[in-house]
Nanobody, 127 residues
Framework: QVQVVESGGGLVQAGGSLRLSCTAS????????MGWFRQAPGKEREGISC????????YYADSVKGRFTISRDNAKNKLYLQLNSLKPEDTAMYYC????????????????????WGHGTQVTVSS
């Protein structure tokens, strides 16, 4: 079935930057909304940024707005998240996700729990 794989996490100082990448197989990438979630230990998984397939409707959680940028390259079947001005509270496991159905025109998947999930990449921000 669908497989989602993310990469690019690591250890970074506060104020630093990282870029996460994601690929998805088993689906027509250019037809699916994609997104990024994160989960810190003891906390709920939260949708932080999602982007639709063709109209590029974008959602950002308030906690990352102005610091993170989501983008996609449908020709390369790639999803990215640029993380700038990182803070210790950004420390979490970051998950890439694909929407369950193609053709979504909203970023509702950022509030969904039935997406196709990657296994996560760890981002740790030191103070």
């Amino acid at each position: 079935q669908v497989q989602v794989v993310e990469s690019g996490g690591g250890l970074v100082q506060a104020g630093g930057s990282l870029r996460l990448s994601c690929t998805a197989s088993g689906l027509s990438f250019a037809d699916y909304a994609m997104g990024w979630f994160r989960q810190a230990p003891g906390k709920e998984r939260e949708g932080i940024s999602c982007i639709t397939a063709s109209e590029y409707v974008i959602y950002y959680a308030d906690s990352v707005k102005g610091r993170f940028t989501i983008s996609r390259d449908n020709a390369k079947n790639k999803l990215y998240l640029q993380l700038n001005s990182l803070k210790p509270e950004d420390t979490a496991m970051y998950y890439c996700a694909a929407d369950r159905l193609p053709g979504s025109t909203t970023a509702h998947m950022c509030m969904a729990d039935d997406n196709y999930w990657g296994h996560g990449t760890q981002v740790t921000v030191s103070s």
